[in-house]
């Protein structure tokens, strides 16, 4: 397996026009998922819920563009403390995950960056503006608790599009599971890999020590998440390797 590379913080902060300019590269996410008039959400509220007919919803953030500086920074820098969380926008993920997170963290303010494949990220563009948007944070994190970096198992779809259409646990020869059922071992394994990497990536141990999680979403596609952090011993492997490996 390739090594990877922690990336160095930039020599000069990052503005928060770039921090605006990163979030737009992910703002056509929804065509991924053939499901383009979904509402756009932002990263500090509850992800979307169910629909008028009932049927779960996809939920992609981005920051209004009438924000300010000061309207963003209010939310990263809430004294009752802040958690922030990279997830994927699936609609079986994002909302249950939330939820989960809410649980854990009572009296905190979450703020949860959802886009295709978390923080699992295949384009240089998209990994690029992850991180900006990450170290803008970092810049302000002196109320940050925690940052949680996650994606999920259970078929991310996202990381089917960069395998050619092959979903994750077929690649690597497992069960691809039934929604009911939980993710195999294998396919859980490889994804912690693949979460790994992507931290790794973002460069996200330098950009807040001490502050890190990294969590497998488990979802069964019928609704229920659960966030598995037991990352010890996993070796990092970014999707790039996956796919030239």
């Known amino acids: 397996m390739g090594e990877t590379t922690l990336n160095p913080e930039p020599k000069t902060p990052i503005s928060f026009e770039q921090v605006r300019t990163a979030f737009t590269v992910f703002k056509s996410d929804y065509n991924i998922v053939a499901h383009p008039e979904t509402p756009i959400n932002t990263p500090f509220n509850r992800p979307n819920g169910p629909d ?29 403390g802040v958690v922030v969380a990279i997830g994927c926008m699936d609609k079986d993920a994002a909302l249950p995950a939330y939820e989960v997170l809410k649980t854990e963290n009572p009296d905190k303010k979450i703020v949860y ?28 994190q ?16 996202k990381i089917k599009v960069d395998l050619g259409g092959t979903a994750l646990a077929e690649k690597i020869g497992a069960e691809v599971p039934n929604p009911g059922q939980n993710a195999s071992q294998e396919e859980q394994e490889k994804m912690k890999s693949l979460i790994a990497g992507g931290v790794t990536e973002v460069g996200l141990p330098t950009l807040f020590p001490g502050k890190l999680k990294q969590g497998l979403v488990q979802i069964d596609r019928e ?10 011993g ?8 996956l796919i030239d490996g």
């Open 52 to 80: 008028a007919t009932g049927h779960r919803q996809y939920n992609l953030t981005t920051i209004p563009a009438d924000m300010t500086e000061a309207d963003f920074l209010a939310q990263i820098e809430d004294p009752a």
């Open 142 to 157: 002196e109320h940050v608790e925690a940052v949680i970096a996650t994606d999920h198992d259970h078929t991310c779809g």
């Open 234 to 241: 996993v070796q990092p492997q970014t999707i790039n390797q």
């Open 113 to 140: 960056i959802t886009v295709a494949g978390g923080i699992v990220q295949k384009e240089q563009e998209r990994i690029d503006a992850m991180r900006t948007i990450l170290t803008y944070v970092s810049q302000h």
């Open 223 to 232: 609704g229920s998440a659960s966030i598995d952090y037991g990352f010890e």
